[in-house]
Nanobody, 114 residues
Framework: QVQLVESGGGLVQPGGSLRLSCAASRSIFHLYTMDWYRQAPGKQRELVAYITSSGITNYVDSVKGRFTISRDNAKNTMYLQMNSLKPEDTAVYYC????????WGQGTQVTVSS
């Protein structure tokens, strides 16, 4: 089983930036597509972005042009650079293998508020 640990969240003003990290416990990380998800209060978890093992990326429309997903396979780590943050980006952010089949981590809280 792979353990996932998300970090980097916090409180930021609208228009600000944060960089989230997702660290995986095993070196098989590089074999898989990896996803970033988020879950806002009272809402279902949604897929925000994914990156394939070869580096192809895709984003949900609401974050296109503002968020950038990347990965460092040597470090078993994935990142989500979030710029121009909006209050509607407020959520707990999670990472997982493509399709969400590994155990979920604790997530990292992102709060965008003035």
């Amino acid at each position: 089983q792979v353990q996932l640990v998300e970090s980097g969240g916090g409180l930021v003003q609208p228009g600000g930036s944060l960089r989230l990290s997702c660290a995986a416990s095993r070196s098989i990380f590089h074999l898989y597509t990896m996803d970033w998800y988020r879950q806002a209060p009272g809402k279902q978890r949604e897929l925000v972005a994914y990156i394939t093992s070869s580096g192809i990326t895709n984003y949900v429309d609401s974050v296109k042009g503002r968020f950038t997903i990347s990965r460092d396979n040597a470090k078993n780590t994935m990142y989500l650079q979030m710029n121009s943050l909006k209050p509607e980006d407020t959520a707990v952010y999670y990472c997982n293998k493509g399709g969400g089949s590994w155990s979920w981590g604790q997530g990292t809280q992102v709060t965008v508020s003035s």
